[in-house]
């Protein structure tokens, strides 16, 4: 039976490289254990939970029966070789780099889209992601710093891991990768909690300490007034405070971060627009009342905006899989789409326009309407999706572009290549800046969109 089908992939991992480190008599007499730990490597493993080292420990005493029942001749099962596994393990745990490849059209079984300008059907499918195929250990890229905003972008040729710059570099600047969780994809308690779960400790990365729109309005709900742009923060009380210097703290329904001000007046223009009472000059702690809008400070019914916004995406996706699958004639798919409409109309209702719930439920939407032959209105619903994604993330995040694929798929199917051509060219901008100037050698399919 093989390793990888049963143990996980980081003890999978440690095996490896320790057969090939012996093989390469890199960790010198197998039989001295005392150098089985990758040097200069952390493991964290006084940090874990006693739950999480036994269960290192198991994975240490099955690794090493498997070690030696298939080489009985190398390995001798003591307590000192098991010990150097468990921190081998942990050490593969806290620093092994997923390895991304890049999913596109070409990449999954559909050759007839990458080699001919797509149809109106075929654009539901034009868009480009990473995907995770691997993990690895690259003992430099282990140095490198974290920041949920980082400055350079990872990216892999089969196992060759290349890292571009994509933020200007000031002399002196460290490099910081982003560990997990981006800006933009997760909020900033989710974030400091997966990263004191994983890497065990407090992120105090820029994006961390300064108020930033993303982290206001990603899951947020909209103020009850119709011109009010305020938001509302899904939790039950909020306590903001803007000035730096204190831990992260999360506790019952509370949240408390130190956060300040950023320098750039556009971003502190923004940031008021959408919460007013907790971007105000003075240093005071600022109380938010649970369903308190903070930008005009009226109250709302969190828990009854809670629950249309779940029932909404929940019956819209219903819908979006309906309409896949149905054979229908026309009028059952009209009806619908005018469904799905009623659902994206209630979840505007109560989320921020800035919400990444609505970006989804608009994309949602520009699949139906492709699904439906309706190329003009799927553009419409894709650029609003892609204009809450640029508000989430920056214009030219990674993100943004992948988008834009999908995009520039559906204004060649209605043959509008100059809207094509532009958005191209911002396609090129982002993928050079992320990938390289050879980025067209790992996305084929854009080859195909640029003639």
């Not at 009985?72 to 468990?86: R, Y």
């Not at 949920?148 to 002196?172: E, Q, T, W, Y």
């Not at 094509?420 to 996305?443: E, P, Q, V």
Request: proline letters at 4%; a neutral charge; hydrophobic letters at 40%.
């Amino acid at each position: 039976m093989s390793w990888a089908a049963v143990l996980p992939t980081e003890v999978t991992l440690a095996a490896r490289m320790l057969i090939k480190s012996i093989d390469r008599q890199s960790f010198g007499n197998y039989h001295d254990h005392s150098t089985c730990v990758l040097p200069n490597l952390c493991h964290h493993y006084e940090k874990m939970q006693t739950a999480d080292k036994l269960e290192l420990h198991i994975f240490a005493i099955v690794l090493a029966f498997c070690l030696r029942s298939s080489t009985p001749e190398m390995f001798q099962i003591t307590g000192t070789f098991i010990s150097k596994l468990v921190l081998l393990i942990a050490q593969v745990r806290v620093n092994a780099m997923a390895i991304m490849h890049v999913s596109s059209p070409e990449s999954v079984g559909k050759p007839a889209v990458s080699r001919t300008v797509p149809t109106i059907a075929d654009t539901i499918t034009c868009s480009v992601q990473e995907v995770q195929v691997a993990q690895a250990v690259y003992l430099r890229a282990s140095l490198f710093n974290h920041s949920c905003d980082p400055n350079i972008h990872a990216s892999f040729i089969s196992r060759r891991l290349f890292v571009h710059a994509i933020k200007p570099l000031p002399p002196g600047s460290p490099l910081e990768l982003c560990y997990g969780p981006q800006v933009g994809e997760s909020r900033l308690e989710d974030r400091q909690r997966w990263l004191e779960e994983r890497y065990f400790f407090s992120c105090k990365c820029r994006a961390c300490s300064e108020l930033n729109l993303s982290d206001l309005c990603l899951s947020s709900f909209r103020c009850a007034k119709h011109d009010c742009q305020g938001v509302i923060l899904d939790k039950a009380a909020v306590r903001l405070e803007k000035l730096v210097g204190t831990d992260f703290v999360s506790y019952a329904n509370i949240f408390t971060r130190d956060l300040a001000l950023p320098v750039d007046e556009r971003l502190r223009h923004s940031i008021k627009n959408v919460s007013h009472l907790i971007s105000t000059e003075n240093d005071s702690m600022t109380d938010v009342s649970p369903g308190q809008c903070l930008r005009c400070g009226s109250m709302s019914d969190l828990e009854i905006m809670q629950k249309v916004a779940n029932q909404s995406l929940g019956y819209l996706k219903r819908v979006q899989g309906e309409i896949c699958l149905t054979s229908s004639t026309g009028n059952e798919k009209q009806r619908l789409l005018d469904e799905a409409l009623q659902f994206l109309q209630s979840l505007r209702s109560v989320l921020h326009a800035f919400n990444k719930d609505i970006a989804k439920a608009e994309d949602i939407i520009a699949e139906m309407f492709c699904l439906t032959l309706r190329p003009e209105s799927a553009i419409h619903y894709c650029k609003v999706s892609i204009q809450i994604l640029e508000k989430l993330y920056h214009s030219d995040h990674i993100v943004i572009a992948n988008e834009l694929v999908k995009l520039v798929s559906i204004e060649l199917s209605m043959n509008k290549y100059a809207c094509a051509k532009k958005n191209l060219a911002r396609i090129d901008h982002i993928f050079s800046r992320h990938y390289g100037c050879n980025y067209d050698k790992m996305f084929p399919y854009l080859r195909t969109l640029q003639r």
